[in-house]
């Protein structure tokens, strides 16, 4: 798998490698307030690294490692404020040799990233920088970059395609990992009391929520829209992928035509399903379809089996302030009667509140992650704005209403009430079970991964500079 030499890296394979484990502890990082300051020096960075004499450092396979790369990925580090555990002239080539093992291994067993995949989690980074007080816009960043937006994407593609495909390789060889009760207890059992990990602050929180209204004429708007772009596209005057490159708002699929790839109907909304496994003819265009995202028009592209791959438009009516208002000062009134005894917070969430995913369970929230659901929430796990207010509540105490964005895009106003604040402790198998057991997983993924390594640099062909013979590798047997 070739990869272009002379790009500028951007959150290379250190990155992808420390996500799951394999490198932890091979640098620190400064902090998010650096990323604008980065962003600033780096092209600054790759001007440095133009003028270096290039060479051909290390060779992992018939993949050339070259001192332009390397020289790349360590001012971008700088740039960044990472610090690393060792000499980065001997850290940041084992770290690209690595990545170019799992990409290859990726390459042998047809591992692939879709181009929709790639466009979301572009425009998840992009968006990431564009949230930050120094930035702010897409002008600004273009300004930090010194290249277009179309540029920006671009210098991201290949490099997040890599470490998709890396995480992707990863996950096969641990995604299976699981460690029994009896693993957990003899794991921490061996540590000495100072090596048992801290839990930090946690919290259980529970949430009511109301969702304004949108006028009937903004919804009104909305589908008139979606028809015209259906008679545009009826009438041959335009085609419904470029309509949804210009129009949808769903940005991961916009990019792409508003193409959603193979998907089965448990992946989609019900209603967004049942129009889209309904279409027979790829020329045609469904009628507008409401779900919980919006409102779309789609179009069938192909249908394997029991998947469909289809377009859509997404259009997403504003809500006007007054509606908002109306919703805040509904959950104003629930608030007062909450705290003056009329009823309690949880038997208002079963009547009153529009979150589905809550409401049966008496508001609590859940955190979910791929090994299990809990209703402990580290703060940074909590939404943005349900974080900042809990941060100021007392155990019982319910908060003031406030707005927020739902995960399914959509603007909603909320009350919400602490239930148990956990303070930082040092981790016990009756407290936190589901933490340490987390902690062995990791491990135990982390030491399957650097076998994995270890064996795979004995079955590659490998040559390296001499003069790397006096570096401490994390990894043995790369001078053969």
Request: aromatic content about 6%; glycine content about 6%; proline content about 4%.
């Amino acid at each position: 798998m070739k990869i272009n030499k002379r790009k500028t890296i951007v959150l290379l394979a250190g990155t992808v490698l420390t996500a799951m484990g394999l490198h932890a502890g091979s640098y620190r990082t400064a902090g998010p307030g650096t990323l604008s300051d980065s962003l600033k020096t780096v092209p600054a960075a790759t001007d440095r690294a133009n003028n270096v004499v290039d060479e051909v450092i290390w060779v992992v396979g018939d993949e050339p490692i070259l001192k332009s790369e390397v020289e790349i990925m360590k001012l971008q580090g700088e740039a960044e404020g990472m610090k690393w555990d060792g000499d980065p002239e001997c850290v940041l080539p084992e770290q690209i040799a690595v990545q170019k093992l799992f990409l290859h291994q990726a390459a042998l067993d047809s591992i692939e990233v879709t181009e929709s995949e790639i466009a979301q989690g572009i425009d998840q980074q992009i968006n990431y920088w564009i949230s930050l007080p120094q930035i702010g816009s897409k002008e600004k960043l273009e300004e930090f970059q010194h290249k277009s937006m179309a540029q920006i994407r671009q210098d991201l593609h290949d490099d997040y395609k890599n470490r998709q495909l890396v995480q992707k390789m990863q996950e096969k060889l641990v995604g299976d990992v699981k460690v029994s009760p009896a693993e957990v207890r003899e794991y921490f059992r061996k540590l000495p009391v100072d090596s048992i990990p801290m839990i930090p602050t946690t919290v259980e929180v529970e949430i009511l929520t109301q969702t304004p209204k949108v006028e009937p004429e903004e919804i009104n708007r909305i589908k008139n829209q979606l028809r015209d772009y259906t008679d545009r596209i009826t009438k041959g005057e335009t085609s419904f992928a470029t309509l949804a490159r210009l129009y949808s708002e769903d940005p991961g699929s916009a990019r792409q035509g508003g193409e959603l790839g193979y998907m089965g109907r448990g992946m989609l909304d019900p209603t967004f399903a049942a129009a889209a496994f309904n279409l027979t003819d790829p020329k045609k265009v469904s009628k507008v379809v409401e779900s919980e995202f919006g409102y779309h028009i789609i179009q069938l592209i192909d249908r394997r089996g029991d998947k469909v791959n289809c377009r859509h438009i997404l259009l997403k009516p504003n809500v006007s302030m007054a509606s908002i208002d109306a919703a805040k000062e509904r959950l104003d009134s629930i608030g007062g009667d909450i705290r003056n005894g009329k009823f309690t917070f949880e038997d208002a969430t079963a009547y009153l509140s529009d979150d589905k995913d809550t409401k049966n369970n008496h508001g609590l929230m859940v955190n979910s992650s791929e090994n299990a659901r809990t209703s402990r929430f580290k703060m940074k796990d909590l939404p943005t704005e349900v974080a900042r207010i809990v941060d100021t509540l007392k155990v019982d105490e319910v908060s003031q209403p406030f707005q927020m964005v739902n995960p399914r895009g959509k603007v909603v106003c909320a009350i919400v009430k602490l239930k148990e604040r956990i303070p930082e402790h040092r981790a016990t198998i009756t407290e936190d079970f589901q933490a340490m057991r987390d902690i062995v997983t990791a491990q135990r993924r982390k030491d399957i991964l650097h076998d994995w390594v270890v064996k795979k640099v004995k079955e590659t062909y490998v040559r390296i500079n001499p003069r790397y013979k006096s570096c401490k590798f994390q990894y043995e047997g790369w001078f053969k």
